[in-house]
């Protein structure tokens, strides 16, 4: 017999295919993971099949949701586009799924995905008007207005990565200048980095003991762990970030009006030494100043779960 309360959810990235059953109360009863195949395709539907199934073996289920980066049709069927996977884009995912094992599965953006969790169970909790903004590799976005996601009219509204910031700024991975992740994203917080480190490596050792003196070697975890040991260096870069950061924050809330801004991505392990300046360059930078609401801004609290308990919940809706 089928249980009604259990979802399957099922993250789909770049190097994992990571699946989990998951209760309604946002409860991950079991995962199973498979790598993600490089040659993309179908060779990827048949491992995402695999998860599931494997996963059915063990737990009668309702619904399937898929989570993925990229732009996804607005009935949730077809990666329109996929930037990180091979030969994905223009596939219907939910019809090759259900040829292949006959389930039927709803396809989401991965950051709507997390904001659905973190609205529902996690940080936005109880809130009807939510944004969250995720930066990591690239600035991820989605927006939950009146409790209901905004998908736009091809399902791919609230990409706020590219909105433009900088008329004929630094050219962005979509072809457009100027765009938001150029300067607020975890990329650019380490180029950003890098280019200090080159200016005055006698205030950067630190960093360079921590990338084994190559520069080039510097990560994002680095930046972090050096400000959170105090470096001036990593310290102000992250402050940066935080403040281009807060500049978005601040041209959206005028947009959407939320009650809380909900920070995802591998950035925001930097915690406060991040959401600190983007409140202030928020605040800062807020038309109508002193008179305009602005919103909280938290931390993500599901981390690496999100994207998979977010699938699974929306599947059943």
Not at 107 to 121: F, G, K, M, P, Q
Not at 137 to 149: M, R, Y
Not at 179 to 204: D, Q
Request: aromatic share 4%; charged share 20%; net charge negative.
């Amino acid at each position: 017999m089928v249980n009604s309360q259990l979802a399957i959810g099922v993250d789909v990235g770049g190097t994992k295919v990571l699946g989990g059953v998951v209760d309604s109360s946002g409860n991950i009863l079991r995962t199973f993971r498979e790598e993600t195949p490089l040659e993309g395709g179908n060779a990827l539907n048949q491992t995402i099949a695999h998860v599931i199934t494997e996963l059915q073996k063990t737990h009668d289920t309702s619904a399937v949701g898929i989570s993925a980066a990229g732009l996804v049709s607005s009935d949730r069927s077809t990666m329109l586009g996929a930037p990180n996977i091979k030969d994905w884009d223009g596939v219907n995912i939910s019809r090759a799924l259900h040829e292949i094992c006959n389930v039927s599965a709803i396809v989401e953006n991965d950051a709507n995905s997390a904001a659905w969790a973190e609205r529902v169970y996690g940080a936005g909790k109880g809130a009807e008007n939510v944004i969250m903004v995720t930066v990591g590799t690239g600035i991820g976005g989605a927006a939950i207005v009146e409790g209901q996601l905004l998908r736009g009219a091809n399902g791919t509204g609230a990409e706020f990565g590219h909105m433009r910031v900088i008329p004929d700024g630094e050219i962005c991975g979509c072809g457009i200048r100027g765009c938001f992740e150029r300067y607020a994203s975890g990329t650019a917080l380490v180029i950003r980095t890098r280019e200090a480190i080159t200016k005055n490596p006698e205030a950067a050792k630190a960093l360079l003991s921590l990338c084994g003196g190559n520069p080039e070697a510097l990560i994002g975890n680095h930046i972090t762990k050096a400000a959170q040991d105090g470096d001036p260096l990593a310290i102000s870069a992250l402050e940066i970030a935080g403040d281009w950061l807060g500049a978005g924050i601040a041209t959206l809330s005028m947009l959407f009006d939320p009650a809380i801004v909900v920070i995802g991505g591998g950035v925001g392990d930097a915690g406060e030494l991040l959401l600190g300046p983007a409140r202030r360059g928020m605040e800062r930078l807020m038309p109508f100043s002193g008179k305009h609401p602005v919103p909280e801004i938290v931390l993500a609290k599901l981390g690496n779960d999100a994207g998979l308990v977010g699938a699974a919940d929306l599947s059943r809706i």
